[in-house]
């Protein structure tokens, strides 16, 4: 199993940044995803939406992870991993020069659709991806950095686009710094070498690839995704909402509620790298869960801007390793089926999809934003119960 990670394990620091520094720019492309919680809260206002109207924006992006994730991991086996990420960071930049050229709810459905399945496709090969060039023991640590970086685009997202609505009466400026951002990744892996080695091998089928869930650390894995993703999207998109609702801020003063949510997830991620390299993931899932639920229980009882964004601070922090510490654990489970794992468990993203649409539901028929809340507290309870499912280290 270790030995593609022998192969690329460079005998000089040097070599080894070259081939990460490409991958970490995909990292960066894959946090373009998240746009779409401030874009959400921009196109409702501008179109005068409902939340269930508004709220289909993130389920078309995530929808396309249920439909793409399994033939991805399979195209994997029949290209290779460098070249279904270059195929993603394509369509990306495809999803982010429409808002360019049109801006319309079909325009904007349209560029998130493709955004998602962009994303579907860098989801499921970049983190096999970069098992190629860090070795086994250390992958959960080096996929956490690769989301700190992710969390990086995160972050700034939110900020580029209040930035344009109050400096240019256009909060769709983050799509072309975006993309020529995405351009930059894909010449930078274009132009590098990744031996892959024995990583590549045979397509499997879908039925193959669907029976692994028949292993029941796999099968809670992958709801253990969607709980992350859905709590993820769900305060992406719901934190600004609530800060109008809750504590009457505007609608560009609410998009700090995501920066701050994002900046934690960030803060988390660079931590995670460290601690995950030499502790236990088993208790620092733990604590991550229950940082989580002391946020989420918070925004229950509170009004003012600062303490829901100390709540949103300690979700974001705590929904930062869940990502790698529940994929790492299933990989490692199949070391033999990466690919078909990877596809698997960004199918589970898919729950960006669920949790939304019955969150917008359940704001609507409340008639406040914790509603919504509510539905993003099922998925931490259950994160607390796969704690216990997690091997000790």
Not at 51 to 60: E, H, L
Not at 113 to 124: A, R
Not at 222 to 250: R, W, Y
Not at 278 to 283: A, H, T, V
Request: glycine share 8%; hydrophobic share 55%; charged share 10%.
């Amino acid at each position: 199993m270790n030995s593609s990670y022998k192969t690329n394990s460079s005998p000089s620091a040097g070599n080894g940044i070259k081939l990460l520094v490409p991958i970490m720019l995909a990292f960066f492309a894959m946090g373009f995803v998240d746009l779409v919680g401030p874009a959400t809260s921009y196109v409702k206002d501008d179109l005068s939406l409902s939340d269930t109207m508004a709220n289909i924006f993130p389920s078309m992006v995530f929808f396309w992870f249920l439909i793409f994730s399994v033939p991805t991991g399979m195209l994997m086996n029949r290209i290779g991993r460098r070249k279904t990420v270059l195929l993603s960071l394509l369509i990306t930049v495809l999803s982010l020069l429409l808002p360019i050229l049109s801006y319309s709810f079909t325009s904007m459905l349209i560029s998130f659709s493709l955004l998602g399945i962009g994303n579907t496709l860098m989801q499921v090969s970049l983190n096999p991806l970069l098992s190629n060039v860090v070795r086994g023991e250390r992958l959960a640590s080096a996929m956490t950095f690769g989301q700190f970086v992710k969390a990086i685009a995160s972050f700034s997202a939110p900020l580029i686009a209040r930035y344009g609505a109050l400096q240019f009466e256009n909060w769709r400026l983050l799509f072309p710094i975006f993309m020529v951002i995405a351009v930059i990744a894909i010449i930078c892996l274009g132009l590098t070498s990744i031996n892959e080695g024995e990583e590549k091998g045979r397509t499997s089928t879908f039925t193959e690839c669907f029976s692994l869930l028949g292993n029941k650390l796999v099968l809670l894995s992958f709801f253990g995704i969607m709980c992350h993703v859905g709590i993820d999207v769900g305060t992406n998109v719901t934190a600004p909402k609530l800060l109008v609702e809750q504590a009457g801020l505007s609608v560009h003063d609410s998009m700090y509620g995501n920066s701050v949510y994002f900046f934690f997830r960030l803060a988390g991620c660079l931590l995670g790298t460290f601690v995950l390299a030499k502790f236990s993931s088993k208790k620092f899932f733990a604590l991550s869960a229950i940082l989580m639920l002391l946020g989420m229980g918070g925004l229950f009882f509170i009004k003012s801007a600062l303490m829901i964004y100390v709540c949103l601070a300690l979700i974001g922090f705590g929904n930062s390793n869940i990502f790698p510490i529940i994929v790492s654990q299933a990989m490692l489970q199949m070391p033999d089926k990466k690919n078909e794992i990877s596809g698997l468990m960004i199918m589970g993203l898919f729950g960006g999809t669920i949790f939304p649409l019955i969150m917008g539901i359940s704001s609507d028929a409340m008639n406040t934003q914790l509603g919504a809340v509510a539905v993003m507290l099922v998925g931490v309870l259950y994160l607390l119960f796969f704690t216990g499912k997690i091997a000790k280290k």
